[in-house]
């Protein structure tokens, strides 16, 4: 599983709120911050199609989920699938 999180560092109600949600149950995830990554900003404006951040990409099991802006159902859908992998890992 890789979780990535594109977002600013500062400024963003919704992507500290992103964080948040995914510290808080210590699921691990990469952030890239776009005001300091051109390429990365290009990713997810040029490729991805999104105009919004935080952009989340949730990959696993050769599937791939991806959303902007602050989504807590999608959150929830991401930290209650994880919670069962680690479960199933222990």
């Not at 919704?14 to 911050?33: H, L, M, N, P």
């Not at 199609?49 to 952009?55: A, E, L, T, W």
């Not at 802006?69 to 890992?89: D, F, K, M, Q, S």
């Amino acid at each position: 599983m890789t979780l990535t999180i594109y977002a600013k560092a500062v400024g963003c109600f919704g992507c500290a709120k992103t964080r948040q949600k995914f510290t808080d149950v210590g699921i691990a995830f990469t952030e890239v911050d776009v005001t300091a990554n051109p390429g990365a900003f290009e990713y997810i404006t040029e490729e991805l199609g999104y105009s919004q951040v935080p952009v989340v990409v949730y990959d696993t099991d050769d599937s791939e989920d991806r959303w902007s802006g602050l989504n807590p159902a999608r959150i929830a859908r991401v930290i209650g699938i994880e919670t069962v992998r680690e479960g199933a890992l222990a």
